[in-house]
């Protein structure tokens, strides 16, 4: 990567406006002196004319909602699809991970807390398995282990579905994570491979990203032979693997400031290791950065297979392959869409389906489940985050602003 | 349509206890304690949670929220988030305080916390704040950022020097609400 930085000391760097609850961790390195002519770097990137703004990022509900206040029937899904509350009262809930119990590992962000959740037919309990960490919210199974990864702190507890007290081990070292935390807190996942993706956006609204940032690495489960597979990445939230390409599919947020409707949030296809996706001088389906220019920008970039909206706020992602829901959806990609905060009008809010080509030819976005956002009055109740597919071919959908997990049923 | 609490009122004994430091109605008397009327409901109860759950290291607070529910936190938060916030008494130092305003500008502090420094959802309110307590925080955020503090308040105060905190926090200190 150049080394022409934008920014220099550690943690100064960054969104262009306040952020809701993500706590740092270590003190920051060597102050730097902003100069008294130039903006602070926090707000790096945004244009003068957005300068008397008062956009900032949406506030996450970090108490518990209660179940009687969350409107499940304001939600709306296609014809012969069912909506219902399957559990409620975990804050901050987001990726879900199912053992083979049966039992689900939820991550959180800013609460530090990782939540199992037991169904016991009749009802879904919850408790949590660790707290205090900072933003865990990358969680995955294997071998009946179950891998945490908070932005500072990789752990790892060893048959916890039947060993509830399962003291973790500290695989923190091994990880090599890197020490800022903007876009550092954590989607990852075992891979088809079984191989542990790790993604470690960048640093920064926009920047030059460090090398160690805005890239995609995968290791084995004990943290050894780490590869960078992908590069040029801002901040991916949400991946899977195209059940019969294998090849992996990921979101991507696009940058804020640039204005209401540019660039979009991303899908992208990775047919192989070594692509360059673009951070930070071409976003989208080809736009060349306002701040970071670059002659012929978007030259060599693997261009997304679909832009998913503006300051969408992209986040999981899960290829269907159940039976249970009419055979379209087979092996359709489902998006959750959190929704925007740095646009005058609010966009996103929902969960759409992308149909495409295997190779991602001829994508067609869809809406599935909407009913989150009113926009005559721009409220909205809930964020939709993550899925899991249970074994009945159901859909869970998880919903970080309430705390709560949707499931979603078909039948004729 | 936001799932908004629905929660009982805090009990007298509990409200007394905060009025101890926080002061009658929630303004504060006490230099270095601050104010909670009128801070923004999200505020409060994000800084009641993460003070609970000890990613922000309050030890003065320790013992006041270790047996807080959510829903505890819930009721005191709207219930604080209502109040008229202090209005200062004495007007400022001019000089002290026009260089406080033009800090504020440059930094561009009005971008999360409001023109009026009304603050907003979990953005706290500044204006009309306990001036010691400002200080104190943003030496907090510029020197020692741990869990539980924004990062883009440090980032933001990194590199400021102590008189120019302390004109800031002159500054807001004495915007009328």
Known sequence: MSANWIWAAPALLLLAACQSMAPPAAAPAAPVAAPAAAPPIWQQGRSADQASSTLAPVPGRMIATAASEIPVASLKAPAGFKVELWASGMPGARAMVRGDSGKVYIGTRA?????????????????????KLTQPSGVALRNGSLYVFAIDKVLRF?????????QPVDMTAVFKLPPEQHHNWKYVAFGPDGKLYVPFGAPCNICEPPPEYAQLRRYNADGSGMEVIARGIRNTQGFAWHPVTGELWFTDHGRDWMGDDTPEDELNRMPRAGLFFGYPYCHAGGVPDQDIKKANACDGVTLPVQTMGPHAAVMGVHFYTGNMFPAEYKNVLFVARKGSWNRTKKFGYDVVTVRTDADGKNARIAPFLTGFLDSSTEAFSGRPTYFLQLPDGSLLISDEQLGAIYRVSYAR | MCAGAASAAPSAERLAVCAGCHGANGQSAVAGTPSLAGQPRVFIENQLVIIREGLRDVPVMKPFVAGLSDEDIGALAAHYAALPPKVPAAAPQPDKAKAGAALAQRLLCPTCHLPTYAGQQQVPRLAGQDETYLVAAMKQFRDHPGPGRDTIMAATLRGLN??????LAHHLAHARP
């Open chain 1, 111 to 131: 609460l530090g807390r990782v939540y199992e959740v037991t169904d016991s037919g009749a009802a879904r309990t919850s408790r949590v398995v660790v707290d």
């Open chain 1, 158 to 166: 060893d048959g916890i579905e039947s060993n509830p007290t399962a």
């Open chain 2, 162 to 167: 102590d008189d120019e905190l302390a004109q």
